[in-house]
């Protein structure tokens, strides 16, 4: 009888403490939300590796519905090679800075990569970016603004960003890496996500980090530390806490293709289009 009567009191101890520990949850939620707003042009502490973030289009494109000039989704042939989502500096803890210099994209600086950036590091939506400092714009003012100006010292302007990012996407050829070890463009192949973890692992020396969409491969990301030089990703596959459920990569995936909606010459309206992709893909 005595432990029957002792029982409501655990009940109400344990309550309590469910309480406090989902209110320090929600606070810590909170000050890291505030923390990252406020982190916005302030000085942040040095990163500690880079990641350069490389997007399968044949995964994108296809949810693609509208066209405009300005994505590459709607070009005549479909894109059958990754291109560049951006060069990202990070931490260890899975985090990373954003937004580190009040320093606004310049087009103009960029000019003569222009042709380069085009064809390998397009925009694969239509909707503009937001930016850290000057409202929307392109996709490469969105990582040039929020990316490139954490990514001191070693590189230390709007040029070396670009130039870098394109530098290692060139040497290290992530699509000719997969066609190597016998890894293709299919839209019923299925490979086992480990021969694809391998095929890089063999051609560039450390494990990448590899984002699905139901079944398919969507980002694939290489690491580097300081000096520019393969490091092991924290993880093989998406698995950390700034990853939904949903980009999980099933035992066995896909490279697909896709038809691209042709954009017309004679429309030149862009279009925004908002997607659960386009949510995902800005938020790191």
Same mark, same amino acid.
């Given at each position: ?10 009940? &109400? ?12 949850? $929600? ?25 350069? @973030?490389?997007?399968?289009?044949? %995964?994108?494109? @296809? ?40 320093? !606004? $994209? ?73 066609? !190597? ?21 063999? @051609?560039?020396? @450390? ?36 990853? !939904? ?18 954009? &017309? ?17 800005? %938020?790191?």
């Amino acid at each position: 009888m005595a432990t029957a009567r002792k029982a409501p009191r655990m009940v &109400a101890i344990w309550a309590v403490v469910v309480v406090v520990v989902a209110a320090d949850l $929600f606070g810590a939620a909170v000050a890291r939300s505030a923390s990252a707003r406020h982190a916005v042009g302030k000085k942040q502490r040095e990163f500690d590796y880079f990641a350069l @973030a490389l997007q399968w289009p044949g %995964t994108i494109c @296809a949810s693609t519905r509208h066209c405009c000039a300005i994505n590459g989704c709607c070009r005549s042939e479909p894109l059958q090679t990754f291109t560049i989502h951006g060069l990202w500096p990070d931490y260890d803890d899975g985090t990373w800075p954003a937004c580190c210099r009040h320093t !606004s $994209f310049d087009m103009d600086k960029i000019l003569p990569l222009k042709p380069t950036l085009e064809k390998y590091w397009p925009s694969l939506y239509c909707s503009s970016s937001s930016t850290c400092f000057s409202g929307k714009g392109p996709f490469w003012a969105h990582e040039s603004e929020k990316h490139g100006t954490c990514s001191s010292p070693v590189v230390k302007d709007e040029l070396e960003y670009f130039t870098t990012a394109l530098d290692l996407y060139f040497k290290y050829n992530v699509t000719e890496m997969l066609a !190597s070890g016998g890894i293709h463009v299919s839209n019923g192949k299925q490979y086992a996500l480990t021969d694809v973890i391998d095929a890089i692992k063999c @051609a560039f020396g @450390a494990s990448p980090q590899i984002v699905c969409k139901k079944g398919s491969v969507e980002e694939l990301r290489l690491c580097f530390d300081k000096d520019l030089k393969p490091l092991d990703c924290l993880t093989t596959t998406a698995t950390n806490e700034n990853v !939904s459920k949903k980009k999980y990569c099933p035992r066995y995936i896909t490279l697909p293709t896709y038809d691209p909606i042709v954009h &017309a010459n004679s429309t030149r309206e862009i279009i925004t289009v908002e997607s659960e992709v386009y949510g995902y893909l800005y %938020t790191s």
